[in-house]
């Protein structure tokens, strides 16, 4: 049976709280049994798939395809760019064996010791090292350039403080990467992805944003320069909620990628990546919400419409929500998502 939930902590009296509270209590998301992972419950996964289709027919629109890169790294990958290993040498979840077997002493599982993996591998944190040495096989001459690919997946961070939505050590997000025959080219494009990403949560998350540059200390590990987006939340502290990098030719000559120009010579190409996450969703509801309620944008929100049956008894119950249903499909024509809540567990206050 449905409980009804208290009031969630005001935001002025623990800024923190507040925000747990509204997702937990809204049923976007909770704690997994995997430390500083999270379940996002079904509702909380519908805003996110708004989120993910619009952004994705942006990507399309601006001439990128979708792609699927492996989950697992080689470790021998991530020293070939000194910065980037040094960028995320201390967040990698790293597999050592591939099998287990039965306790001897009968104590459920253990690792093989006799499995171990001639090379460690590494759960993605960002995919750059996997996807270069992939394209170095796709790309010969100018002709093949550019490249324009988008991955949506999971990426692992080993996060030691963790937040819903927020900073999670495992968490869903796209990431571009792009390999261009020049450095104007490249700077173009991820300059163009930061306007993208401007756009989406201005103009579908309702979110005003600052786009800048980031410091040289709080760049992309291997990056030449990260475009920003920054989100100022309800207390007062910005939220970077999406970045753009120019990569110059660091992965490129990391990962030998060469192509024969128009001249007959070979040049290194210039690379972008490009990522926004489920920290997106963080932003929203902290954007948005107040002390009453989760609030969501009407382009975002899972349900535009919910229709409530007031009524005694069980005849008129079915009455009510088979009229109901007529005003629905009514609404659904008109493109607005509808719920009748006709649930029996809870009041209507509740309901409200």
């Known amino acids: 049976m449905a409980k009804e939930l208290k009031d969630v902590t005001k935001a002025e009296d623990n800024y923190s709280q507040w925000y747990n509270d509204l997702v937990v209590k ?86 093989d010791p006799d499995a171990k993996l001639e090379e460690e591998l590494i759960v993605r944190p960002t995919s750059e090292t996997i996807i270069w040495n ?14 324009l690919c988008n991955q949506w997946a999971n990426v692992v961070r080993w996060e030691m403080r963790t937040r819903l939505f927020l900073r999670t050590a495992e968490f869903l997000w796209q990431e571009g990467h792009t390999a261009h025959a020049t450095k104007e ?26 786009v800048g540059h980031k410091s040289p200390n709080e760049r992309f590990a291997g990056a030449v320069d990260t475009l920003t987006i920054e989100a100022l939340m309800q207390d007062g502290k910005a939220l970077q909620s999406g970045t753009s990098h120019f990569l110059g030719q660091n992965f490129a000559k990391a990962f030998d990628v060469q192509y024969i120009n128009k001249e007959g010579k070979l040049e290194y190409v210039w690379a972008t990546s490009w990522g926004v996450s489920t920290r997106l969703m963080g932003a929203l509801i902290m954007a948005h919400s107040d002390n009453n ?32 249903r007529t005003i629905a499909e009514e609404l659904k024509s008109k493109g607005l998502s509808v719920k009748i809540d006709d649930r029996d567990n809870v009041r209507s206050g509740f309901k409200f």
């Open 185 to 210: 080219e490249a700077i173009e494009e991820a300059t163009r992805m930061i306007h993208v990403y401007q756009k989406f949560v201005e103009e579908w998350m309702g979110v005003p944003v600052i």
């Open 26 to 111: 809204a049923g976007l998301a909770e704690n997994s049994a995997v430390r500083g992972c999270m379940v996002i419950k079904p509702y909380g996964y519908a805003i996110w798939e708004k989120m993910q289709a619009a952004l994705d027919k942006m990507f399309k629109d601006t001439g990128h395809q979708n792609a699927y890169f492996p989950l697992f790294i080689p470790k021998s990958f991530f020293s070939k760019e000194a910065d980037h290993v040094e960028g995320f040498a201390k967040e990698c979840a790293v597999v050592t064996h591939y099998r287990l077997k039965n306790d001897p002493e009968g104590k459920g599982v253990v690792v």
């Open 293 to 324: 309620c989760l609030v969501l944008p009407p382009k975002l929100a899972p349900i535009q419409v919910v229709l409530i049956p007031i009524y005694k008894g069980e005849e008129q119950m079915r009455q009510i929500v088979e009229r109901l």
């Open 134 to 147: 992939t394209y170095k096989g796709w790309i010969q001459s100018y002709r093949d350039l550019p490249i």
